[in-house]
């Protein structure tokens, strides 16, 4: 049974940064993609960033290339973290982990995943 559990959500000002972690557990990661979506309030689910399981390809949003960064934990590698720079209060959403297990077949860019967390509140204030 695949659980991830994301952490480090909360309630920051415009251009603080903040840094998500999601663990995975109960499957090993080799074959694994892991990523981050995000929903806003009346908005539709938007992908926002993808890393395979060595943690050596991205994807990105085109909207927010250069502004968050995706990661494989150095020390842990079941845990991902995404770091968000310059926040905006149009980044306000609840943020959400996702893998899937397709050994590389399908390009990050795919959008489709299998297994979510619970989702984080990120909230910006002007």
């Known amino acids: 049974q695949v659980q991830l559990v994301e952490s480090g959500g909360g309630l920051v000002q415009a251009g603080d940064s903040l840094r998500l972690s999601c663990e995975a557990s109960g499957r090993t990661v080799s074959g694994s993609v892991m990523g981050w979506f995000r929903q806003a309030p009346g908005k539709e689910r938007e992908y926002v960033a993808g890393?395979?399981?060595?943690?050596?390809?991205?994807?990105y949003s085109d909207s927010l290339r250069g502004r968050f960064t995706i990661s494989r934990d150095n020390a842990k590698n079941t845990v991902v973290h995404l770091l968000m720079n310059n926040l905006k209060p149009e980044d306000t959403a609840v943020y959400y982990c996702?893998?899937?297990?397709?050994?590389?077949?399908?390009?990050?860019?795919?959008?489709?995943?299998?297994?979510w967390g619970q989702g984080t509140q990120v909230t910006v204030s002007s």
């Open positions: 890393i395979n399981w060595r943690g050596v390809n991205t994807y």
């Open positions: 996702a893998a899937r297990w397709d050994s590389g077949i399908y390009g990050l860019n795919y959008d489709v995943y299998d297994y």
